[in-house]
Antibody, heavy 122, light 107 residues
Framework: EVQLVESGGGLVQPGGSLRLSCAASKFTFSSYAMSWVRQAPGKGLEWVSIISGSGGVTYYADSVKGRFTISRDNSKNTLSLQMNSLRAEDTAVYYC???????????????WGRGTLVTVSS | EIVMTQSPATLSVSPGEGATLSCRASQSVSNNLAWYQQKPGQAPRLLIYGASSRATGSPARFSGSGFGTEFTLTISSLQSEDFAVYYCQQYNNWPYTFGQGTKLEIK
């Protein structure tokens, strides 16, 4: 069974940085696009970023562009999200999600991790 | 950015009855529309993709329809485990966007 396990969340002050990781297992990691999707407390879902299987294509939501960087290490089956210049409005549960199609970036996800909570507060 | 609007915000239904949830896109997304179910404290779960194709493991009582800007998720004969929040999501254009969700609650 596909497994995605996020880590790295926590409390950080406004303007600070945090790096999230997602450990993937039980599937051919390099063949699937991967995403970060977040959910503020009590709110809906927001797609933050997506990266192709090779890592050569990345997209970012306008709300995080220039502050967040998505990356992947296919040799370690790991997805990362470097978050800089954090703001209170970045407070959310961050989910790692696997794209549904092999070798094609389709944009919907058939497997999600349990999420990691990021709290930005002084 | 494509805005996705779901209605109603909350739907109260008795177990055993059917439910119809709606999702409207601010511009055409073709059939690039997915539906997810989310229960409290859990990650979203993919139910429908391509507007009408059931995801692996999605029960047959869930069905999706629509094209362009108008979409529907229909749940026939609601089971206790179906009471949750449902989100539609378009993946026709980046940024991919979700609707605000419909909460399906027990009447």
């Amino acid at each position: 069974e596909v497994q995605l396990v996020e880590s790295g969340g926590g409390l950080v002050q406004p303007g600070g940085s945090l790096r999230l990781s997602c450990a993937a297992s039980k599937f051919t990691f390099s063949s699937y696009a991967m995403s970060w999707v977040r959910q503020a407390p009590g709110k809906g879902l927001e797609w933050v970023s997506i990266i192709s299987g090779s890592g050569g294509v990345t997209y970012y939501a306008d709300s995080v562009k220039g502050r967040f960087t998505i990356s992947r290490d296919n040799s370690k089956n790991t997805l990362s999200l470097q978050m800089n210049s954090l703001r209170a409005e970045d407070t959310a549960v961050y989910y790692c999600a696997k794209d549904a199609r092999w070798e094609v970036l389709v944009g919907y996800s058939d497997c999600w991790g349990r999420g990691t909570l990021v709290t930005v507060s002084s | 950015e494509i805005v996705m609007t779901q209605s109603p915000a909350t739907l109260s239904v008795s177990p055993g009855e059917g439910a119809t949830l709606s999702c409207r896109a601010s511009q055409s997304v073709s059939n690039n529309l997915a539906w997810y179910q989310q229960k409290p404290g859990q990650a979203p779960r993919l139910l429908i993709y391509g507007a009408s194709s059931r995801a692996t493991g999605s029960p047959a009582r869930f069905s999706g329809s629509g094209f362009g800007t108008e979409f529907t998720l229909t749940i026939s004969s609601l089971q206790s485990e179906d009471f949750a929040v449902y989100y539609c999501q378009q993946y026709n254009n980046w940024p991919y966007t979700f609707g605000q969700g419909t909460k399906l609650e027990i009447k």
